[in-house]
């Protein structure tokens, strides 16, 4: 398995909500990202698990909580977001060997918060 | 932090005729641009990438230069093909132990006219 993958692809959610963000990735990669992008703006960094700890936060709130249960699954809680919460939320994972250090991304998980 | 400026916003070719987007980047330390290509409703996918120990890479049509003196690096795409639009976005980044975070610039639109 070469790839990442996120669930669902599409979600629609209102304000009062609980849902939860799903990536997977069978490849062995060892930190993992989430990564918020809104229309024609680039890929915004949200939480960097490695070796399944969270390592980096940057600065989102707390309606957003991350999760992650082992080394191939990462989860991203939601719950009372707000209509800007709407955008494209993308996995990614990092694979490094020798030379090579590079970030594989998810398809997305496109949400909509009425 | 690192911060990446990437010019121009949007750039229109014809095919057959080539496309260059151009970075620069503030933190010194950065030793890593990778290039994703993002088409639309779909993940950032890596196109290209370049250490800074190296000057030049090619990739068949594409090629990426980098001058660490002046903290820039472009991506060079030649004999342009409609399957080449796409947003592109540069990044940087510092290599090393642990969670390392990509900056992206802001994303290049480029459109190739049949």
């Known amino acids: 398995d070469t790839e990442v993958t996120q669930t669902p692809k599409h979600l629609v959610m209102g304000m009062t909500n609980k849902k939860s963000l799903k990536c997977e990735q069978h490849?062995?990669?060892?930190?993992m990202y989430w990564y918020k992008q809104k229309a024609k703006k680039p890929p915004e960094l949200m939480f960097v698990?490695?070796?399944?700890?969270?390592?980096i936060n940057e600065s989102v709130p707390s309606r957003f909580s991350p999760e992650c249960p082992n080394s191939s699954l990462l989860n991203l809680h939601l719950h009372a977001l707000q209509p800007e919460d709407s955008a494209l939320y993308l996995c990614?994972?990092?694979?490094?060997?020798?030379?090579?250090?590079?970030?594989?991304f998810g398809p997305g998980t496109r949400l909509t918060v009425l | 932090g690192e911060n990446v400026e990437q010019h121009p916003s949007t750039l229109s070719v014809q095919e057959g005729d080539s496309a260059v987007i151009k970075c620069t980047y503030s933190?010194?330390?950065?030793?890593?641009f990778p290039w994703y290509k993002q088409e639309l409703g779909k993940r950032p996918q890596l196109i290209i990438d370049?250490?800074?120990?190296?000057g030049e890479k090619k990739d068949q049509r594409i090629a990426v230069t980098l001058n660490k003196t002046a903290k820039h690096f472009s991506l060079h795409i030649t004999e342009t093909q409609p399957e080449d639009s796409a947003v592109y976005f540069c990044?940087?980044?510092?290599?090393?132990?642990?969670?390392?975070?990509?900056?992206f610039g802001t994303g290049t639109r480029l459109t190739v006219i049949p």
């Open positions: 933190d010194s330390a950065s030793n890593y």
């Open positions: 490849m062995g990669h060892r930190a």
């Open positions: 370049i250490r800074s120990n190296v």
């Open positions: 698990y490695s070796y399944e700890k969270l390592s």
């Open positions: 990044a940087a980044q510092l290599l090393q132990t642990g969670a390392n975070n990509l900056f």
């Open positions: 990614a994972s990092r694979w490094t060997s020798g030379s090579q250090d590079t970030q594989y």
